[in-house]
């Protein structure tokens, strides 16, 4: 999501030019369905001219809850165009564009997510340049827009978008370099960024790439994966950035972040926790903490799953204090009836700010 | 007497040689046909370990130590080459396979996918002019246009050579 959804819509004719574009490059694009895999009969030696890899994700819902403040709905999910190019060896760009559904009608809205500029020295070393998620704990650099990768219906409470309320800077413009440790055979990888940081003042101005102060984002990551336990990853990320609140003032923003995560076709135990901490300049700090515990196991085209989801945040914390702070428990079914499709029904029995009530949510997934 | 004790051990040795060369043949006709790793003649690497080969397959490795960026060449799609190749590296279907390519591919780890190639012939071809390329055929199939590579110190001749097409060719139940 684009926290400035409001600049762009100033520019519809811009949007519709981007958006003919990209579906362009997407017809344009397709090489295999899922993987980008081309058949080559004819001997291309690859990395000697630009290739181009498309593909698309969406998702239809339909939710239910009770007490019912809202009448039961169907409503269409985000719709996910994902389009990756090498231009050379070294060179390579990705762009991720999500269209959503902002009523019952056909009117939608546009986000530019992701586009990104990478040159790869090496796998030690990957430098990419525009907008990227943020590699802050596990999930938001992991599952991005693609609904059809993640088991339950939903991201984590804390992990959250931006226009939904989300707590956490999920995207930036600016640097990130990534790749693995060497001399550990791939088992520990890093990420480093650098970006402008989150807007929290005036996020629907125009200039929305533009830094509102000097300071800089700054976000370091660690994970392991050692290769005797194949699956599993253990690591964590400290962020932190100062945020500008009148000039010459700022409140500082540090986000720690641990996970471990156990990942295989089978199987999926996953956990992360954070801490969102506010420093004000007159030495007090205000501290929210939220986190996850989701598991599943998969039977042929079956996967039940168990999300575990807190968030606290206390009122008086500045920017998100009115967010309020929410529990949820969630159980579900996932069935997977063809490659590509999913089927996920889970219930919900939330804990939030308006009390306590139940939620019934269906979501069909694919990917082509 | 003494003169023909050498006769008569030469005789003894001739007649018993074919028995040991079909025992010989009769033990490599029992190991399961090996799959020879091949890339590029000009690739300075020599051997790989078995782990090794797998990040390489699943896209976590993705360049040469000499900093070109490794092609990953696969068998089509339905292809039993394929399934088994993938099954025996990678300990997956080839479901999970091009799920966890794409997967990787969403999260911006890899720009493009493995190549699929139709038959042998053009595998070898394939690798032959694609520097960075790395592929498999079955060892009696691999010939000096590409250079196969030892898997932790073993070429498919090996007894103990670890990528044979029936000793696993299913996904590791662990995995």
């Keep these: 999501m684009n926290p400035l959804k409001g600049a762009s819509s100033r520019r519809p004719l811009c949007r519709t030019i981007a958006v003919a574009l990209f579906f362009v490059a997407f017809a344009a694009g397709r090489a295999d369905a899922q993987t980008g895999e081309h058949e080559h009969e004819e001997v291309v030696v690859p990395g000697t001219r630009p290739e181009v890899m498309a593909h698309a994700f969406g998702s239809v819902e339909w939710l239910a809850s009770k007490p019912a403040e809202t009448p039961n709905s169907f409503g269409l999910g985000q719709f996910s165009l994902f389009v990756t190019s090498t231009l050379n060896d070294r060179f390579s760009v990705l762009a991720e564009l999500v269209v959503e559904a902002s009523a019952g009608d056909t009117r939608v809205t546009t986000d530019l997510e992701r586009l990104q500029v990478t040159y790869r020295f090496d796998d030690h070393l990957n430098i990419s340049a525009g907008r990227y998620h943020t590699g802050i704990g596990y999930y938001n650099a992991a599952f991005h827009h693609g609904s059809y990768f993640e088991i339950p219906i939903g991201r984590p409470r804390i992990f959250r978008f931006e226009d939904e309320g989300g707590v956490l800077p999920v995207h930036e413009v600016g640097v990130s370099t990534r790749g693995t440790v060497p001399k550990t055979g791939s088992a520990l990888r890093y990420v480093a960024e650098v970006g402008n940081g989150r807007r929290w003042i005036n996020p629907d101005e125009e200039g929305e790439a533009l830094d509102q102060n000097q300071a800089k984002s700054t976000n370091f990551g660690l994970s392991l994966q050692p290769e005797s336990w194949r699956g599993l990853s253990i690591g964590g990320s400290f962020y932190r950035d100062a945020i500008p609140i009148a000039p010459e003032h700022a409140t500082g923003e540090h986000i720690a972040a641990a996970f471990a995560v156990y990942r295989t076709p089978s199987t999926e135990i996953m956990g992360e926790w954070l801490q969102l901490k506010f420093h004000e300049e007159d030495g007090t700090s205000t501290a929210s903490r939220g986190g996850y515990l989701q598991a599943s196991r998969g039977f042929g085209k079956l996967r039940p799953y168990y999300r575990y989801d807190r968030l606290e945040i206390p009122t008086n914390t500045p920017f998100i204090g009115s967010f309020g702070s929410s529990e949820f428990h969630i159980l579900g079914l996932r069935i997977d009836p063809a490659d590509w499709v999913g089927i996920k029904t889970q219930y919900e029995r939330r804990h939030e700010n308006q009390g306590r009530f139940n939620v019934v949510h269906v979501q069909l997934v694919f990917v082509f | ?175």
């Design chain 2, 1 to 175: 007497m003494a003169s023909l004790r050498p006769v008569v051990l030469a005789l003894l040795l001739l007649s018993t040689a074919p028995l040991a060369r079909a025992a010989l043949a009769r033990q490599q006709a029992a190991q399961p046909p090996a799959l020879a790793i091949i890339v590029h003649r000009s690739n300075p690497a020599e051997g790989l370990k078995f782990s090794e080969l797998r990040h390489i397959f699943m896209l976590d490795i993705q360049t040469w130590p000499n900093g070109r960026k490794i092609t990953v060449v696969l068998r089509e799609k339905g292809q039993p080459e394929r399934a088994e190749a993938l099954g025996i590296i990678c300990g997956l279907s080839e479901r999970d396979y091009d799920r966890h390519i794409l997967f990787r591919t969403l999260q911006g780890n890899v720009n493009f996918g493995p190549r699929a190639i139709q038959s042998a012939p053009a595998m070898l071809r394939f690798v032959y002019n694609a520097p960075g390329s790395i592929g498999y055929v079955n060892a009696d199939e691999a010939d000096s246009s590409v250079k196969v590579l030892r898997i932790d110190g073993l070429l498919p001749d090996d007894p103990k050579y670890p990528i044979r097409r029936q000793s696993s060719g299913r996904p590791d139940p662990n995995w």
